[in-house]
């Protein structure tokens, strides 16, 4: 019997994601890849699968997968659990952040988490979807990667390679704090912002509902152009995942996983790679500090 995910419901949105495809830039193509990052390789994991392998980024919940043969999946991400519907049988909770068995024909739903925004879902073999520019990661942006699954889409799941880590409890809950203070490597174009250092350290923002995987927008205070950069434009420059870009309005952008691969508005940080996947799963309305240090040196 073939290996596959077969999908019976869909929330708001479900990708196949892995670790992206790093090194297209310069050909306009983004990274792409899970928006957290240690959420997704912690899932991978569990299933024993390689640190490469593709699982599914779910927003909100919603979704509920049918599985054509015994396999093993796990959930991570926010806090939370997932049900399984069995025929014959009262449906069943499992914990998240461990393994769980699935036998052929069990239906697994991943429901809407009570805090953060992005659950990441393992399955052993790991979802064997096409490559595109060597990777099977969805791209909202450039429309690259397997399109966002629908009811009725298929995903073939490959042979599992090793045994799924067992015994491991509940580790590696992704943060999902209410408010974050993230930090700021400055430049490029800090110089483009009155007293950016200050600004940013004293500022609050909050995360806009209109963010999505290009990007964060954030409401707060307005970045002010420094005097000697009022009226001036900047050509297009090369942009990287965490880059905090200040558009005419002032409100700061994060940009994430699907970003653009330039953009013509000044960059005046970027946030620490480290800690940049909090933003996968900042709900609207939640609270964002920077702490400003100078840029690391080359």
């Known amino acids: 019997m073939s290996r596959a995910l077969v999908v019976e419901e869909v929330g708001p949105q479900a990708l196949v994601v892995d670790r992206g495809r790093p090194g297209w830039a310069h050909v306009g193509v983004p990274t792409a890849g899970a928006l957290d990052g240690p959420a997704h390789a912690l899932a991978q994991r569990l299933v024993g699968n390689d640190p490469d392998a593709a699982g599914l980024e779910v927003l909100l919940g919603g979704l509920a997968l049918r599985v054509t043969a015994a396999t093993t999946v796990a959930l991570t991400g926010p ?145 002010e152009r420094a005097p000697a950069r009022v009226g001036e434009e900047l050509r297009s420059e090369g942009l990287i995942g965490g880059a905090v870009q200040v558009p005419p309005d002032g409100r700061p952008v994060v940009f994430l996983a699907d970003h653009p691969t330039t953009g013509g508005y000044p960059v005046v940080g970027v946030v620490d790679p480290a800690e940049l996947a909090v933003f996968a799963q900042l709900r609207p309305g939640s609270s964002v500090r920077f702490a400003p240090v100078a840029p690391p040196v080359p």
């Open 79 to 223: 806090p939370g659990g997932l049900r399984v519907r069995r025929s014959g049988a009262p449906e069943r909770v499992a914990a998240s952040h461990q393994p769980v068995h699935l036998d052929a024909d069990d239906v697994l739903v991943v429901p809407a988490p009570t805090s953060g925004l992005r659950g990441y879902l393992g399955v052993g073999g790991g979802v064997a979807v096409d490559a595109v520019l060597g990777s099977r990661s969805a791209d909202t942006l450039s429309g690259l990667g397997p399109a966002p699954l629908e009811v009725g889409t298929e995903l073939p799941v490959g042979a599992p390679t090793t045994v799924p880590a067992i015994g491991t409890g509940a580790v590696g809950v992704s943060a999902v704090p209410d408010a974050v203070v993230v930090t700021l490597h400055l430049g490029p174009r800090a110089d483009w912002v009155d007293d950016a250092a200050g600004r940013l350290r004293a500022g609050t923002w909050t995360v806009a509902p209109t963010g999505d995987r290009v990007g964060v927008r954030l409401e707060g205070p307005a970045l």
